[in-house]
């Protein structure tokens, strides 16, 4: 398996300078101490280590300090170092067993693991959607669901907007009644022309008959002259015989053309007309109206298509847990709502989630680790057990419970690490080297707590969150990778005594010798 063998963290968050290293077959990794010291920044270094930019905030310098680093040493040789300023920006590099670097850095941790922030205490506490989304996103599916869903979010807005039109043409339509059977439109125009000619011969008929009048008026004028110019009589009545003929020969005039009837016959042809438009206009909404209903239908077609698309994929998925299944907008156990499970049963389902989700890089990390009573604990560490996996446990502890202790940024009672360095790694002979050499200091020297009584082995492996051990106070003094508790040396060899009967160590009253530096904690003791 592929778990973390170091972790070194500086100017992170809420750490000062952290340094920790599980030891090999590390199964628990708990980080214990009040709220506020640092405990939760040691999960995120690892994520911000392995993740990337996504998981690195946007100041994730300590206050006060003007640039930060965190080098995870992985059990595989992987070495990763990560140094970013204030406002987040820096560098990565990424180097194999034998220090040569990775041109892609980032994209060889992403090969690496799938999710190591999935946490199955908090996937427990997810709203359904949240959970079905969660697993979804683990669990390779044979199509895009999200494609899917996005394309039945268009079609159904567009479907929506179809329906909308349609209801408005035919709430147009409803207006329109029976316009009932209807023949050839007339054509109007010769009438307009009929009606023209008519009013053309009118108009002439009137200026002539207004002539005629006008010489009317000259002949009543022209005798009445006659009188009163007799020396003109001659003359004049020259001119009223000229005028005598052209009255006498003059043709009758015409009557008037009646337009009456052509003016009805035009309303009635406009009337006719407006009819037929309006049925032309009837027709074509009608056929809107239809090609709308024809659409939506496809549309809702398409979204079953793919819905049943998404539905198949859902069944075919490889679950992580027998009897895990996609529901609708939730996640099924043994075909009931998950929600509706055992707590027992939520834990181990969500671990096993998170177990599958990272089938190479085999750790987790598990946050509020203080809710777990000790039998969700036990489960825990039976599946990390069985699973080699690599548990990383944050929990709040103001006791003697055992683990890595948080206290200001920076592991209790352990010494000053060494800097980061930062353009150099170490090796991986170096790294078991400098492991031995604390450990053979931590057996050599146990370290007591008030000068009474030695604690028990380090990070016990019978220890749950609400173990305590009546006969054995355990100290704030630092242990493996910077751990606030070390075990006591149990036998002339140097290696640290195993208790699992639970008995008491016996006293030892000697005095507390030099801090040991760094000691890596033996396996079996985080099993």
Do not use: C
């Amino acid at each position: 398996m592929t778990t973390i063998a170091r972790l070194q963290a500086e100017n992170y968050k809420r750490l000062k300078a952290v340094e920790i290293v599980p030891g090999e077959g590390a199964h628990l990794v708990p980080i214990l101490g009040k709220n506020a010291q640092g405990k939760s920044s040691v999960l995120d270094a690892i994520m911000a280590a392995l993740g990337g930019k996504g998981y690195m905030p946007s100041r994730p310098v300590r206050k006060g300090e003007e640039e930060g680093a965190i080098r995870l040493e992985l059990s595989n040789g992987i070495v990763v170092r990560r140094i970013f300023a204030e406002d987040g920006t820096g560098s990565i590099v990424v180097e194999n067993e034998e220090g040569a670097r990775y041109p892609s850095p980032q994209a060889v941790l992403d090969k690496l693991y799938s999710s190591v922030a999935f946490d199955p205490i908090a996937f427990t506490r997810l709203k359904p959607a949240e959970q079905l989304d969660t697993l979804r996103r683990l669990v390779k599916l044979d199509v895009d669901v999200d494609e899917l869903a996005r394309l039945n979010k268009a079609d159904y807005d567009e479907r929506r907007e179809v329906n909308r039109e349609a209801k408005q043409w035919e709430g147009q339509l409803s207006a329109f009644g029976d316009v009932g059977e209807l023949g050839e439109p007339i054509d109007t125009e010769l009438l307009r022309e009929a009606i023209n000619r008519a009013s053309t011969t009118n108009g002439e008929i009137e200026q002539r008959r207004i002539r005629r009048e006008q010489k009317e008026e000259d002949r009543a004028r022209v005798r009445l002259r006659i009188q009163e110019l007799e020396q003109q009589l001659a003359s004049a009545k020259d001119l009223l015989r000229n005028l005598d003929d052209m009255l006498n020969n003059a043709e009758p005039l015409p009557e008037p053309v009646d337009v009456s009837a052509l003016t009805a016959q035009l309303d009635e042809a406009n009337a006719h007309n407006r009819r037929i438009e309006r049925a032309k206009e009837k027709a074509a909404l009608q056929a809107r109206v239809e090609s709308l209903k024809k659409k939506s239908d496809w549309l809702t077609d398409n979204m079953e298509k793919r819905e049943q698309l998404r539905l198949e994929a859902f069944q075919k998925a490889d679950m992580p847990v027998p009897g895990l299944a996609f529901g609708e907008g939730e996640v099924l156990f043994n075909d009931l709502p998950f929600d509706q499970a055992s707590t027992a049963e939520q834990l181990r389902v969500s671990t096993a989630i998170g177990m599958a989700g990272n089938p190479e890089l085999r750790v987790m990390l598990v946050r509020d680790a203080s809710l777990l009573d000790e039998d969700g604990f036990a489960l825990l560490a039976q599946m990390a057990a069985e699973g080699d996996f690599q548990f990383w446990m944050e929990a709040v502890d103001t006791g003697d419970k055992v683990g890595i202790i948080m206290e200001d940024g920076a592991v209790k009672g352990a010494p000053e690490p060494e800097p980061i360095d930062k353009g150099k790694r170490r090796t991986k002979k170096e790294t078991a080297e400098a492991g031995q050499e604390a450990h053979a200091a931590a057996t050599e020297r146990p370290v007591l707590d008030d000068g009474k009584r030695e604690h028990k082995g380090l990070l016990d492996p019978d220890w749950t969150p609400d173990s305590q051990d009546a006969d054995t106070t355990r100290p704030d003094t630092p242990a493996a990778s910077g751990t606030a508790r070390e075990a006591p040396s149990g036998s002339s060899s140097g290696e640290p005594s195993s208790i699992s009967d639970g008995a008491a160590p016996e006293d030892r009253r000697e005095e507390p010798a030099k801090q040991p530096a760094r000691p890596t904690a033996p396996a079996s003791l985080f099993d």
